[in-house]
């Protein structure tokens, strides 16, 4: 029987930028992607839609947001060209038919080059700086232009809006630094106009770069996207890529690259990595041509960056030739044997805590992600790191763990239910409901309770799925206290689909082995009280105010998102010692309103909410400069405030403390996220609550 892997993740894909290794000459396969995809969504989609007007109106919308978010391409005609398919997207997908993507490929790549010659002539003429005018940044607020002079205009406003913001900067740096050679305003605007000159000239480089097969990612992950957000084709490369999101490694040189003028940019080497080891690869490094080994190298010069990223990234122990202009203007050749890159920021790391002239042990575990390599023997998984950890913070004798899952967007579901195991005997831990099938439970598999004492689970907007899974689970079993502010409300399951597989099971020939991959939910899922987190998330039973204090983020955002519902509940038993979570909340609520750090964050969201508000921004350097000025103001008041915390001592466990002593950059990373924990106010006030209910 063929194991089926579920994981749950808030990666959102932009379809604007989605990229396909997919090659040019390879057209005859987008026939073959476009039926599978359709195929597979109508006969195993949990969210099922029906092919009618409605749906073809939905797509429609969709497709047109992104392929010109900002209107700076399409005309009103085209828009009313395009309309006439608005109500057909159902009778394409039923006949198979791909005539509306290929008029579309022609419309904009021939706008796309309109839009190009329009904005050079703009940047050749002068800018009106005493414009008393403004740039509207809501699109939601204007129309697709209706001749060439307005789209002139609206390119002007934008390039000039550019301008200005890079004039105000550079006459700033003057002002408050006066060993600086004074040029006169002129001079600045100059400079100013060539630098946004260099870097939109780069940006239509790129976009000129794109391929046919870009294209059909958008076009298909619009239709896609009507089943809810989080139903995407991935391209072979793409999928590749979320590969190493759910794992936490690759396997490359360990460098962080970026484009700049063309060339392809070294902006950082990772501690520990291949190029760290071999030693001449430097941030700031241009890399000009890369060769496999002896191999004859290749000319990267303005190749797009997921394309040169394919020629360095390799299997581990071969070697990569990369010919590097150094920043005095002198090639190098640097041979580079790969290795295995770590994402050290997602794996479990844990503290040991204290508060000064106590002598109570308490611990702290950061899970970054719930990562697992699938489908590889002993291959690295978040709930085996997870259970080390508890085990090196026992050895500290802690009387409570604290377990950080903020910004967790969750990854492998089998790995969260085991990690909820560990803290209690037996029972369910979440309710998986598929498309036409009754719910099932996900029992705890570990016999034993590996953790018996308090617990603490730190959430924010930004923890989801299986990070919701967690805490609804330790929630609902009455096991921890959660604080922080509501979780994502990511409340669905996902399944890869290879799309060349489905072609075999659905005789459909085709001669490419790989078309890429399919995403899409199959299955919703529920707590064992009955509830879904999907859309509501999980409210924290203490709340922290947090900078999004005051504005919509999660789940609820997108567009189509599957509702809230629930189902009956779990059989399960609550944990027998009750939590006193009254007196808890109204204790920490008396020390929020006490302090200075947590009024500044509120502050900090409120001038958030404010400043999502303004949607207007004047071109005009008189105008922006006050403007600037202004909400520097408001900004500086509502700054979060930087307070040192001195009551509370935090060092690592035991055994990365004796693993480290022989390890430099094992040494630096655990003293980095040591550090970094021990300015975290969060951290500070979850250890109050923690502390409160062992001692009370």
């Not at 099971?505 to 707590?527: H, M, P, S």
């Not at 996220?673 to 062992?694: G, P, W």
Request: with cysteine.
């Amino acid at each position: 029987m063929r194991r089926v892997v579920y994981f749950l993740s808030a990666v959102s894909i932009v379809l604007v930028v989605a990229c396909s290794a997919i090659s040019v000459k390879n057209k005859d396969i987008e026939p073959t992607v476009f039926e599978l995809t359709n195929t597979i969504v109508d006969n195993i989609h949990y969210n099922k839609q029906l092919l009618n007007d409605e749906f073809s109106k939905k797509v429609f919308d969709v497709f047109l947001e992104n392929i010109d978010p900002n209107k700076r391409f399409l005309f009103q005609k085209d828009i009313q060209q395009l309309s006439k398919h608005k109500f057909k997207f159902d009778d394409a997908i039923k006949e198979k038919d791909m005539s509306f993507f290929d008029s579309y490929v022609s419309l904009i790549e021939k706008r796309e080059r309109n839009a190009e010659k329009i904005v050079l002539e703009v940047l050749e003429n002068p800018f009106d700086l005493d414009s008393k005018d403004s740039i509207e940044l809501d699109s939601d607020k204007y129309d697709f232009v209706s001749s060439t002079n307005e789209l002139k205009n609206r390119w002007m406003q934008y390039v000039q809006s550019r301008v200005v913001n890079e004039l105000y900067f550079s006459i700033k740096k003057q002002e408050e630094n006066d060993t600086l050679p004074q040029k006169s305003i002129n001079e600045l605007q100059v400079e100013a106009r060539e630098k946004v000159s260099n870097r939109i000239k780069d940006w239509f480089n790129r976009l000129n770069q794109l391929e046919r097969t870009d294209r059909f990612s958008v076009y298909i992950n619009s239709i896609l996207s009507v089943y809810g957000p989080h139903t995407n084709y991935f391209p072979p490369k793409d999928k590749e890529d979320f590969d190493i999101t759910m794992s936490g490694k690759l396997e490359g040189i360990g460098a962080t690259l970026t484009v700049k003028d063309g060339y392809v940019k070294v902006s950082k080497i990772i501690a520990g990595s291949a190029s760290w080891k071999q030693g001449d690869l430097k941030e700031g490094d241009l890399i000009t041509a890369v060769a496999q080994g002896d191999s004859t190298p290749v000319d990267i010069v303005n190749m797009r960056l997921d394309k040169a990223v394919r020629l360095i990234r390799g299997p581990k122990g071969t070697e990569v030739r990369l010919t590097v202009k150094k920043l005095d203007a002198s090639l190098m050749i640097i041979p580079i044997t790969r290795d295995v890159v770590v994402i050290e920021e997602t794996y479990a790391k844990s503290l040991v805590m204290k508060h000064k002239g106590d002598s109570v042990n308490y611990g702290y575990i950061h899970l970054g992600s719930f990562y697992a390599e699938f489908g590889k023997r002993n291959g690295k998984r978040c709930s085996i790191d997870f259970l080390k950890q508890i085990e090196a913070l026992k050895t500290s004798n802690v009387q409570g763990i604290i377990i950080d899952l903020r910004n967790n967007g969750g990854g492998s579901l089998s790995d969260a239910v085991d990690m909820v195991g560990y803290f209690i005997k037996s029972g369910p831990v979440v309710q998986v409901d598929g498309a036409g099938q009754p719910a099932t439970s996900y029992k705890d598999r570990d016999p034993d309770q590996q953790f018996d004492k308090p617990i603490v689970v730190m959430v924010n907007e930004f923890s989801a799925s299986a990070s919701e899974i967690f805490a609804a689970a330790i929630q609902d079993y009455g096991r921890g206290v959660i604080v922080g502010s509501n979780t994502f409300g990511k409340g669905t399951v996902q399944r890869f689909f290879p799309l060349a597989d489905a072609a075999n099971q659905l005789r459909i020939k085709t001669e490419n082995e790989d078309l890429g991959a399919l995403k899409q939910t199959v299955a919703k899922f529920f707590r064992i009280n009955g509830g879904a987190t999907q859309l509501r998330g999980v409210a924290p039973d203490i709340k922290l105010p947090g900078i999004y204090e005051f504005i919509d983020v999660g789940e609820k955002e997108y567009d189509h998102a599957l509702p809230w519902t629930s189902i009956k509940p779990a059989y399960y038993t609550k944990h027998s010692v009750g939590l006193n979570l009254e007196t808890l909340s109204e204790q920490t609520k008396t020390r929020l309103d006490s302090s200075a750090y947590f009024k500044s964050v509120l502050k900090n969201a409120k001038l958030i909410k404010e400043s999502k508000d303004i949607t207007k921004l004047p071109i005009g350097l008189k105008a922006f400069r006050n403007y600037k000025i202004k909400r520097k103001e408001i900004g500086d008041s509502a700054k979060i405030k930087e307070i040192a915390i001195n009551d509370v001592t935090y060092d690592l466990n035991k055994i990365d403390l004796y693993e480290a002593q022989s390890d430099t950059i094992l040494r630096s990373r655990l003293n980095k996220f040591k550090d970094n924990s021990a300015k975290d106010h969060y951290i500070r006030e979850s250890l109050r609550v923690l502390s409160q209910m062992v001692k009370n």
